[in-house]
């Protein structure tokens, strides 16, 4: 027996926090009957799980993708307003989703996958992944303002968890820096400098939870090895 929230993301639908508020939506059935209490348990061996009209089965292997997002593409599935997603610029016929999500106009490492169990361990906050971002700001930064950003600042009533930030160099008068966040509030890249009166001009993710985007160009993506899932499973 096992959760129906835990089977739901064995079988790919989405993470579990995702699975529950499906389940609440009354958009699951188990043996012909919509359910809509979450903690409810199913026998996987015996028990008929649908989603959405379509029925649900632990897949013995999941897929696991890394892929450089490009610029002004969704990270999501799919889009309402049919933009681009990232889940299109890959070729997989499992129904895979991405680990979290980057802003439209932000780059870089995103991971996609099947296995819902994977994906709420990496995105749980007390795990603490950590992310490396490339930071162009619109002007050179101030010392003091990179130890109050290493230290932590005030958004939203809550302080930001202490990071490490360095400057890489200048372009152009303009200081390019390499950020570590060990949290994933959205948009905390930009709204922790913008807090400080800079603008970010860039934002690249060149690492989440050691994964790298290395030798792939904008766009591309490759499938993970086995040595990198290991590392994702059990960092």
């Known amino acids: 027996m096992m959760r129906l929230n835990k089977y739901m993301a064995q079988s790919g639908v989405a993470a579990r926090r995702k699975c529950d508020e499906l389940i609440a939506a009354g958009k699951v059935k188990v043996n012909g009957e919509p359910v809509t209490q979450l903690g ?33 593409t969704i990270t999501s599935a799919e889009d309402q307003h049919r933009r681009q997603t990232v889940v299109e610029l890959v070729e997989s016929d499992k129904r895979i989703f991405p680990v979290g999500r980057l802003d439209y106009n932000t780059t ?25 971002y490339h930071v162009l700001l619109d002007k050179k930064i101030k010392p003091v303002d990179l130890h109050q950003l290493r230290n932590g600042i005030e958004l939203d009533g809550k302080k930001t968890l202490p990071c490490k930030i360095k400057e890489i160099r200048i372009i152009d008068n303009c ?24 603008t970010v001009e860039e934002l690249d993710r060149i690492e989440f939870a050691g994964i790298t985007y290395k030798g792939l160009k904008q766009g591309q993506w490759r499938y993970l090895t086995n040595d990198e899932i290991d590392s994702l499973r059990n960092g």
């Not at 028990?47 to 450089?68: A, C, H, M, R």
């Not at 169990?117 to 950590?130: A, E, I, M, S, W």
């Not at 200081?175 to 930009?190: T, W």
């Open 40 to 72: 409810t348990m199913v026998d996987e061996n015996k028990d008929d799980v649908q989603f959405d009209g379509k029925k649900l089965s632990l897949y013995p292997e999941f897929t696991y993708i890394v892929l450089n997002k490009p610029l002004e």
């Open 175 to 198: 200081s390019l820096l390499e950020v570590e966040l060990n949290e994933g509030r959205k948009r905390q890249i930009r709204l922790m400098f913008g807090a400080l009166n800079y």
């Open 108 to 132: 870089g490492v995103i991971l996609l996958t099947d296995d819902g169990d994977l994906t709420n361990q990496l995105l749980h906050p007390k795990f603490k992944k950590p992310k490396k």
